[in-house]
């Protein structure tokens, strides 16, 4: 029975009903001090669970399948890859065979390895096992009758092991409809930032514990000193209560989780010494296995039945398997109470008999008094090991352990450099910087240091300061190992490119003269448009064609890692260009491999460039649900600092639509290096609302500021000489209109030359190029730059006192703006249309009915359309099947419709190629 406890039992309770009644899923981390009851709450919660509704009467349920699944994080397992997810998931280990091959594959790796198999890695993504955990768990939640929910437990939380902890986060922060509730419990000050909810249990009040020691037989005095040393913790209550050795004028009070601890060890001190030593080899050993602990006893010269004193004294539990603590704090006074020969001695008999190399190395460690190459070298074997199995966070720990062994310093220089590596890939930034910073006063290495310096630049790429970035990745490259040196250069020649470190660029050309992206990137820089967009243009057709993208020539047929990243490097290149049709080609291919293959780290920067292709060709309903989902898997993947950019992408969408409270809340989440994105969005908004002033200021500014070279300053020339000309200084634009249209007759693309014919037919005021950029715009992917033009054109057309002929362009253009939501350019279109002698109002067209939909629900939508089951959506989206039917069954009703069979007349997969949301065959 539980005191005090009624308020947090009510708030699980109402977890579990909603999960058992709505099919909701629920997590939740219950948080406090040693001692304060989060393990018996949760040992009450699998109670009420276990007992909410009968399992089918012919016998226990098929496969394995039960309510609750536990685990306990174990401090000495907290370096073992996976050792918390192979306690909670062995149960039903059976179940795996119904997850899809990636996924089953990737939990084979993580169950396997413990019992002695291989553990191969089953990917290239950490993230693949979390997703397998959330299909796992769905579909452990699918009871045959129906009942539920499914009960996952997770006591001392902070003392799982990082792969684990990351997997069961991802798999939380994704629940939705499947009738899982997942309660974590933790201390306070550990197991942070895990971004759910919350549920902080605080000592008992004193009618409570006066009722929790109620039972004991003491004196009053002694009850009544007890419930005030112990000051409301559950645990204090009852240890202080039994050991009865309390007076009622007793010294003043420790802490209680000191006063406990103490408790504890005065009851171990009063045992024989071969129990002491029995426990201390359990406390060392930590996991609970029985084989090693005996063969380290056997060694020392005790024995099992040496326990007996410790289980009269219920200090711990024997069962046949397994030798358990009844609470960590007796775990911790029994290592820390014993001296440190003792512990040496006992870890290095532990190390001596373990039958695990991950466990041989962790004793080792723990025997060693001091610097030890061999033991450093186990470490770092063991890292590799956890490297291999994609659990960066724990290969980490093990390289900073070994690195504290090491002896040698480059030699610990070099494994500190492999731990921030690591750590960076784990997406903890400063953690990551402190271990480089560390490697470095170790180290003279060039090659050490210049491989340190990648580490500084990625950190500070993803804190926001891709300009700093670019100038440590071309300063060091020339010291990196050969097979670094050109990777560098051109990723800092991109970074200095997106962010306006134009010497960066320059000098990576200087450095690598045979690299066409970095050569076309700094001849654009340069204002060479002539050479660097034919450079740049025979690489991405080179990638759409299966070619290389990076080299001087085309090489041999590249890995899948290459040619991934050859993908993502040409779609990005293809928007410096302007290359709309080849960016969204290769940005879709790349997601619908990320997701084919289980890439979901790789994905937010992946889906960033296929949503700003989508913006460019007018997609802006599915630019939205990209970006929804590339920010909910950065929260999901622990990386919640790429937020800000991955919205910045949609400030041309708020300010197309004349939102500017949207924008101006977008660009204020956005870090320095997409200040171009968030001055270009602004001076567009300036521009639809009519404030040319302050729009031709905003835009002179980027015409002469440090990015003006970039593809987004170059289309704000077109802003900016419709700006200049509405406010009677057109001369302002000229320079940058001869700029942009120097760069989109070097490229070709349709809509850039027919922006250009735009302009200038604004500049001259003449009607013929207006005629010849309507012919260009049929050939494009630009709806929101063809409806300008068309507005600019039957403007001109109605002051030439053609109003017949205005007529025509001036309706199309508020067809694609009133489709666009473009509020402030559809207004204008209108006025236009009625000084033409028409009534402004275009016939009324259908809603879309789309746009009912949330981001999530169109992407389910589209999929269904096309055919796909709910399977098969949940694997390609990260989610489960149930939450996949439950999005469908909210937008059934949004959609006029009751099936998924109608959904075949509805037009919602038309674009589902270019959303890489289609699997290639």
């Known amino acids: 029975m539980l005191y005090g406890r009624n308020d947090e039992q009510a708030r699980i309770t109402s977890l579990l009903a909603d999960a058992r009644d709505h099919r909701r899923s629920g997590a939740l981390v219950l948080r406090g001090e040693a001692g304060i009851g989060k393990s018996a709450l949760l040992a009450e919660t699998a109670l009420l669970a276990e007992a909410a509704e009968p399992l089918p009467p012919d016998g226990p349920p098929p496969d394995g399948a039960?309510?609750?699944?536990?685990?306990?994080?174990?401090?000495?397992?907290?370096?073992?890859?996976?050792?918390?997810?192979?306690?909670?998931?062995?149960?039903?280990?059976d179940r795996l065979d119904v997850l899809p091959p990636p996924q089953a594959a990737a939990l084979r790796s993580a169950l396997e390895r413990l019992d002695g198999g291989p553990g191969p890695a089953s990917g290239r993504d950490p993230f693949t096992t979390g997703f397998a955990v959330l299909t796992l768990l769905a579909d452990l939640a699918d009871f045959p009758d129906g009942s539920g929910p499914l009960l996952c437990l997770v006591d001392d939380a902070q003392w799982l092991d990082s792969a684990t902890a990351e997997a069961l986060l991802f798999a939380a922060r994704r629940l939705a409809a499947e009738g899982v509730v997942m309660l974590f419990a933790a201390r306070d000050d550990a197991f942070t930032g895990t971004g759910l909810p919350e549920l902080r249990l605080d000592r008992l009040d004193r009618d409570a514990a006066e009722r929790l020691v109620a039972s004991r037989d003491l004196a009053p005095a002694v009850r009544a000193r007890v419930v005030r040393e112990a000051a409301g913790n559950p645990?204090?209550?009852?240890?202080?209560?039994?050991?009865?050795?309390?007076?009622?004028?007793?010294?003043?009070?420790?802490?209680?989780?000191?006063?406990?601890?103490?408790?504890?060890?005065?009851?171990?001190?009063?045992?024989?010494?071969?129990?002491?030593?029995m426990l201390l080899i359990a406390a060392a050993e930590g996991?609970?296995?029985?084989?090693?602990?005996?063969?380290?006893?056997?060694?020392?010269?005790?024995?099992?039945?040496?326990?007996?004193?410790?289980?009269?004294?219920?200090?711990?539990?024997?069962?046949?398997?397994?030798?358990?603590?009844?609470?960590?704090?007796?775990?911790?006074?029994?290592?820390?109470?014993?001296?440190?020969?003792?512990?040496?001695?006992?870890h290095q008999a532990l190390a001596d008999t373990a039958d695990d190399l991950d466990c041989r190395a962790r004793h080792r460690a723990s025997a060693a008094l001091g610097p030890d190459e061999d033991v450093a070298a186990d470490l770092r074997d063991a890292a590799e090991r956890a490297r291999g199995r994609m659990a960066h966070a724990t290969a980490a720990s093990l390289?900073?352990?070994?690195?504290?062994?090491?002896?040698?310093?480059?030699?610990r220089a070099a494994r500190l450099g492999a731990a921030a590596s690591l750590t960076l890939q784990a997406g903890r930034l400063d953690e990551a910087e402190d271990l480089a910073v560390q490697a470095e006063k170790l180290t003279r290495d060039p090659a050490e240091r210049a491989r340190l310096a990648r580490v500084h630049a990625m950190v500070e790429y993803e804190r926001g300061d891709p300009r700093a970035a670019a100038r440590m990745l071309v300063d060091h490259a020339a010291d990196a190992a050969p097979g670094d040196h050109a990777a560098m250069l051109r990723t800092g020649a991109v970074y200095g490119w997106t962010s306006g470190e134009l010497p960066a660029v320059l000098r990576a050309a200087e450095l690598l003269p045979g690299d066409r992206t970095v050569q076309g990137l700094a001849a654009l820089a340069g204002g060479d448009h002539a050479r660097g967009v034919p450079l740049l243009a025979e690489l991405i057709d080179e990638t759409r064609g299966g070619g290389g993208a990076a080299g001087a020539l085309p090489g041999p047929r590249q890995s899948v890692e290459n040619a991934r990243g050859d993908r993502v490097l040409g779609a990005q290149l293809a928007l410096v260009i302007g290359a709309d049709e080849a960016a969204l080609d290769l940005a879709a291919a790349e997601v619908a491999h990320s997701r084919r293959h289980g890439l979901i780290g790789a994905l937010p920067n992946v889906l960033q460039t296929l949503a700003q292709a989508q913006i460019a060709a007018g997609l802006h309903a599915d630019a939205e649900a990209t970006v929804a989902e590339a920010i909910a898997l950065a929260r999901d993947t622990g990386r919640p600092h790429r937020e800000g950019r991955l919205g910045a992408v949609l400030s041309r969408i708020a300010a197309i639509e004349g939102d500017e409270s949207r924008l101006r809340e977008l660009i204020a989440g956005a870090p320095p290096p997409h200040g171009g994105l968030a001055d270009s969005a602004l001076a567009l908004l300036d521009l639809g609302l009519g404030r040319y002033d302050d729009a031709l200021r905003r835009l002179d500014e980027i015409a002469h500021g440090p990015r003006r070279y970039s593809t987004g300053s170059l289309l704000s020339a077109a802003d900016q000489v419709e700006a200049a000309v509405r406010s009677g200084q057109p001369d302002l634009a000229r320079p940058a209109f001869a700029r942009f249209r120097t760069w989109a007759e070097a490229g070709g693309q349709p809509w850039a030359l027919a922006v250009a014919l735009h302009c200038e037919a604004l500049l001259d005021d003449s009607e013929e190029p207006y005629a010849r950029a309507i012919r260009l715009h049929d050939q494009s992917m630009r709806p929101f730059e063809r409806a300008r033009t068309e507005l600019l054109y039957g403007e001109w057309l109605r002051r030439a006192r053609r109003r017949s002929d205005a007529r025509v362009p001036l309706r199309s253009a508020m067809e694609i703006f009133e489709r666009l939501r473009a509020t402030p350019w559809l207004e204008r279109a209108r006025a236009e249309l009625r000084a033409t002698g028409e009534s402004g109002t275009a016939a009324p067209t259908a809603p879309d009915l789309l746009d009912r939909l949330t981001p999530q629900e169109l992407q389910v939508v589209r999929l269904a359309a096309s055919g796909t089951s709910s399977r098969e959506i949940a694997a390609q989206l990260f989610l489960s099947p149930r939450t996949v039917e439950y999005h469908l069954y909210k937008a059934y009703p949004k959609l006029g419709i009751s099936s998924r069979k109608e959904l075949s007349r509805l037009a919602v997969t038309n674009v589902a190629a270019a959303s890489g949301q289609g699997i290639p065959r």
């Open 399 to 411: 390289y900073r352990q070994a690195a504290d062994l090491t002896p040698d310093p480059d030699a």
């Open 235 to 277: 645990l204090a209550l009852q240890e202080l209560g039994a050991t009865g050795s309390f007076r009622p004028d007793g010294p003043d009070p420790l802490p209680v989780a000191d006063r406990v601890l103490g408790s504890f060890r005065d009851q171990i001190g009063r045992l024989p010494e071969s129990t002491r030593t």
């Open 66 to 93: 039960s309510r609750v699944l536990r685990v306990t994080g174990v401090e000495a397992e907290s370096g073992i890859a996976f050792a918390g997810l192979t306690q909670l998931l062995w149960p039903v280990r």
């Open 287 to 346: 996991r609970g296995h029985m084989p090693s602990q005996l063969g380290a006893a056997r060694a020392l010269g005790v024995s099992l039945a040496d326990l007996e004193a410790a289980e009269r004294a219920r200090l711990v539990k024997v069962t046949g398997r397994t030798i358990e603590f009844r609470h960590p704090l007796i775990r911790a006074a029994s290592y820390h109470g014993a001296v440190a020969a003792r512990r040496v001695a006992v």
